[in-house]
């Protein structure tokens, strides 16, 4: 068959040429005159072309009616039969044209979205070329926090004890220091997790209302919880893993080694090993609100996979995100304080007179911990739940007013 | 647009307010009448209102179709397109404004399931508020086993070593002890899994057919068999992390100080240490059954992921769940016997004359893989699969019992 | 209703019947003539009859329109209403029937593939009989490797030390000769996963085109590469936990109490012990690449599962699988690396003058490496880019023997 008799065939016809080829097109215009033509290319880079594929297409063929769509999903998805409730865009300008192809697809199981006309392909050919746009903020968000961790702790424990002491730790860097910054940074980024729910409360609270938007910055914010939930979860896996390797390290069995000498310094009146009970309970209380916190934090992870979660209600989903999450956020909060339980009235805690890592990262999941217990006081509570519900609280201007500063 | 010119322009109307926000629509009610109303809502609490809100805003509208439906959607899947596939309950009284919104529904992907008149609105409105029902039984399971096998393991281990020994080692409680339970209650619960499908092979051996009814209790112990498993992961997962932190915890350390002043009592003469060959066998098979079982275990736990279940065909899930899953019990188990090798003999094994609470957990694996084994044998597994595919062993009354007076 | 009067007043009928029983529906044929047949029938084995059951129940009723299909559907699925978007098959003689099948199934959601005549009942019914197909090739790798390097370590390792050291070192086997072999298969997995694209793609260079198909070994490899991926990451799994458990095992133990007596011969002088800055750097390295590489194994893992690899656009999914995936064995390829950086000099690697196993596991990941970084040099890069939108190189017969003879 040539290609002017399939185009005459069909009266909806797809083009699945590279835009390079569609020069061909041109010759075949006649032939294309009041069909519809479906253009399904993708480019391989952004801004590559000054204008869209579609519009090209339709320049070159002005008589048919080009909608632009369905370029979102994969050869694979097609091959293997995967496109069942897979949601797909189409745009154009001519509505019989689009009726017609949105028929088609809702026939193969798709879901359709009209996306306007023709001026909106350039965006439905940028679909497929987005990287990971949701997850842009939770990771520099992450990667910030792990730079200035990093440093903050290279200088006061490695540079610290070149400067100060004379000796070379620089080893330290490897797995210690690494295995500082990442929970950490973990336990920031669960904390920012839940800091824009709480913040959203208050606003709430304050403005009596929920039917003003939030500022964009919470918007955004709010959206991409989910991201760096399972940022957090990424960092503390590598810890877990960081921490359960320490024993086959090398600085572990010569700290041993070295500790044994210390114990038995005189041999032949073997000194008898203290056990120290209080220093068993405060170390596994560590250990356990560890391992407790990464078994929620992984369950947390697991209810996010898109089929775990589609396969809950709204209320089980609430159940665990909201309130299994505040409690691994506490248990984790718990792990770091049970860290320093003896080391804040230390003075060589403050080498150079700066607060420790762990203290820093303490203050956010605090403070969202303090604030969420406010909003589950009753009183707090039942107004944030009505307001919630569409109540409103409406006052002259001057009393907002004071209420304002009464806020402040 | 007012709110009357909204319910004339339209049949369908979707009511999306807050039942108590419904006593407006009564003014409304003259405008709406011969529509079709689609009662979205939902309560906060079970039993909060004397009546269902549809029956309600039937009440109200006397003279509408009100169909109680679409209200297990939420907000958030709507928004993201993710409708596809989810199923949706109906209910109502006119079966022209129910095939109207269920043709609605099927266009949108959604499958619908149609539960009768309106007089079953308040079970639909109770949907969204299910938390986690068939966890429940597996849950419950859970915390009793760990309950008993808590103060059990607590009276043997440390009250006993302060009662008899004046020894304190209420540390152990927190990792030690907890890091019995946890094994102890996963095997348990695993068994469990498994315990009910030989049950109801024996039943229908016994009986002789397919087609009676299992007893309840059986049922609803079958369908919750998933949930058991995954709680039985979710302990075996908590087992593992406290094995691999036992060597950064400080009685690790104490011990192996103590150790090696044991080894060298008298430093002048280097005793020679000697290697225990069994001793390494047998500590080697314990850690690498308790690996192999516990890998087993995840790709259990990975296969009744909802995505990866659904794309196993009928045998593959099968071969998965039955053999693969008999088989991580049989390593399971044999982790167990290995650890109590060489105790099932000592006398300071039972103390109080009590067994160890690892002998107790044996007992409800041992017997299922003895079952399952008796089910293997070729003239059981033909008999058990000839019934399974319809053939009935029908017998006089007398014969039956028979029967049954061998069988006790 | 009798069956006579269930056959009568209907037109589309589902058989739900094992074989052996059909034989009845001889009796009802008058009542089925002109009716179409929907045959789910499954067997239990594979070629247990000479004829397909569809082709069977054609037989026993030939006036009836037997359509074979929907036998893939579990009834688990039906009960719980999870067939939206599954994939079935429908064959049959009669294009009618199988129409009308074909709209029933569209309507419940259901993505209908038509097999064509009644011949392909038989393939049909074999799909629900189907093991894990697309896994026995990876599997059947993974075993040989296995094999292969089990033997060749037992040999170098156990062996070598009972025959010339008259050491017995069996008790090896179970934990330290399992720990070597199975990073040893994960990495070479790995690396067999990633080179399959890479000979396609300088297949693909070398002969200018991308129109002409790859040869039928190319093509099956490439349609394995996820389970070859993810069986790797099972063995990566198993190996990071078997090093995870070393402190505990009793070897561990015994050779730190070994070491406290070597670093302390004589005791009245304590000797002071040396810490190894070179050391504690190059294990610490070997740890980290292999945790990182680990990291992303399970990154990589956790996005080929179904629901999450579907909602990633095409290019993310690429950049999981090639960028990442390639990262991934550049790290675990390092890590082998800086396992052997200090043996490769060493005449006792060689025992017996063959080379260590970890030598031999880094030669195919090593030449994937290479030739992917030939392919990554831009000139080369941009050509294969070019194929594979299209431009074909073409030459006269001659030039393509006198390039096939550079080549060579």
Same mark, same amino acid.
């Given at each position: 068959?040539?290609?002017?008799?399939?185009?005459?065939?069909?009266?909806?016809?797809?083009?699945?040429?590279?835009?390079?080829?569609?020069?061909?097109?041109?010759?075949?215009?006649?032939?294309?005159?009041?069909?519809?033509?479906?253009?399904?290319?993708?480019?391989?880079?952004?801004?590559?072309?000054?204008?869209?594929?579609?519009?090209?297409?339709?320049?070159?063929?002005?008589?048919?009616?080009?909608?632009?769509?369905?370029?979102?999903?994969?050869?694979?998805?097609?091959?293997?039969?995967?496109?069942?409730? /897979?949601?797909?865009?189409?745009?154009?300008?001519?509505?019989?044209?689009?009726?017609?192809?949105?028929?088609?697809?809702?026939?193969?199981?798709?879901?359709?979205?009209?996306?306007?006309?023709?001026?909106?392909?350039?965006?439905?050919?940028?679909?497929?070329?987005?990287?990971? +746009?949701?997850?842009?903020?939770?990771?520099?968000?992450?990667?910030?926090?792990?730079?200035?961790?990093?440093?903050?702790?290279?200088?006061?424990?490695?540079? @610290?004890?070149?400067?100060?002491?004379?000796?070379?730790?620089?080893?330290?860097?490897?797995?210690?220091?690494?295995?500082?910054?990442?929970?950490?940074?973990?336990?920031?980024?669960?904390?920012?997790?839940?800091?824009?729910?709480?913040?959203?409360?208050?606003?709430?609270?304050?403005?009596?209302?929920?039917?003003?938007?939030? +500022?964009?910055?919470?918007?955004?914010?709010?959206?991409?919880?989910?991201?760096?939930?399972?940022?957090?979860?990424?960092?503390?896996?590598?810890?877990?893993?960081?921490?359960?390797?320490?024993?086959?390290?090398?600085?572990?069995?010569?700290?041993?080694?070295?500790?044994?000498?210390?114990?038995?310094?005189?041999?032949?009146?073997?000194?008898?090993?203290?056990?120290?009970?209080?220093?068993?309970?405060?170390?596994?209380?560590?250990?356990?609100?560890?391992?407790?916190?990464?078994?929620?934090?992984?369950?947390?992870?697991?209810?996010?996979?898109?089929?775990?979660?589609?396969?809950?209600?709204?209320?089980?989903?609430?159940?665990?995100?909201?309130?299994?999450?505040?409690?691994?956020?506490?248990?984790?909060?718990?792990?770091? @304080?049970?860290?320093?339980?003896?080391?804040?009235?230390?003075?060589?805690?403050?080498?150079?007179?700066?607060?420790?890592?762990?203290?820093?990262?303490?203050?956010?999941?605090?403070?969202?911990?303090?604030?969420?217990?406010?909003?589950?006081?009753?009183?707090?509570?039942?107004?944030?739940?009505?307001?919630?519900?569409?109540?409103?609280?409406?006052?002259?201007?001057?009393?907002?007013?004071?209420? /304002?500063?009464?806020?402040?």
């Amino acid at each position: 068959m040539t290609h002017q008799e399939a185009a005459q065939s069909a009266n909806l016809i797809f083009i699945c040429v590279h835009r390079e080829h569609y020069e061909f097109l041109k010759t075949l215009a006649p032939h294309l005159e009041g069909k519809v033509l479906v253009d399904l290319s993708n480019n391989l880079k952004k801004n590559k072309y000054p204008e869209a594929n579609a519009a090209y297409l339709q320049r070159l063929v002005p008589k048919a009616a080009v909608v632009k769509g369905l370029n979102t999903l994969s050869a694979w998805a097609l091959q293997n039969g995967l496109l069942a409730g /897979k949601q797909v865009y189409l745009c154009g300008n001519n509505a019989a044209a689009k009726q017609a192809v949105a028929e088609m697809a809702t026939k193969l199981g798709l879901a359709v979205l009209d996306r306007g006309s023709l001026s909106a392909a350039r965006e439905i050919e940028d679909f497929p070329l987005r990287l990971f +746009p949701e997850w842009r903020l939770p990771l520099c968000v992450a990667l910030g926090l792990t730079a200035f961790f990093f440093f903050y702790l290279l200088i006061r424990d490695v540079i @610290y004890a070149y400067v100060e002491k004379d000796q070379n730790i620089s080893y330290r860097i490897m797995v210690s220091l690494a295995n500082k910054v990442f929970p950490i940074v973990s336990l920031v980024m669960l904390s920012l997790c839940y800091l824009p729910g709480v913040i959203a409360a208050f606003l709430q609270l304050y403005r009596g209302t929920k039917y003003r938007r939030f +500022p964009d910055w919470l918007d955004r914010w709010m959206l991409c919880r989910k991201q760096m939930g399972l940022v957090a979860l990424g960092f503390a896996f590598l810890h877990v893993v960081y921490t359960l390797i320490i024993p086959i390290r090398y600085p572990f069995e010569y700290n041993l080694i070295k500790q044994v000498q210390r114990a038995a310094p005189n041999q032949n009146q073997t000194t008898p090993l203290h056990f120290d009970n209080t220093e068993a309970w405060g170390a596994d209380s560590f250990f356990v609100t560890g391992i407790l916190g990464f078994f929620l934090y992984v369950l947390l992870g697991l209810t996010s996979l898109p089929s775990v979660g589609g396969s809950l209600s709204w209320r089980e989903f609430s159940f665990v995100q909201s309130k299994l999450g505040y409690l691994t956020l506490f248990i984790c909060t718990t792990h770091g @304080y049970i860290y320093g339980w003896n080391k804040f009235l230390r003075r060589s805690t403050y080498k150079w007179y700066t607060p420790p890592a762990f203290m820093l990262c303490l203050i956010v999941p605090s403070v969202v911990l303090v604030l969420k217990f406010i909003l589950l006081v009753p009183c707090v509570d039942r107004t944030v739940m009505r307001i919630r519900q569409g109540w409103e609280r409406r006052r002259p201007r001057g009393e907002t007013d004071d209420m /304002k500063a009464t806020n402040m």
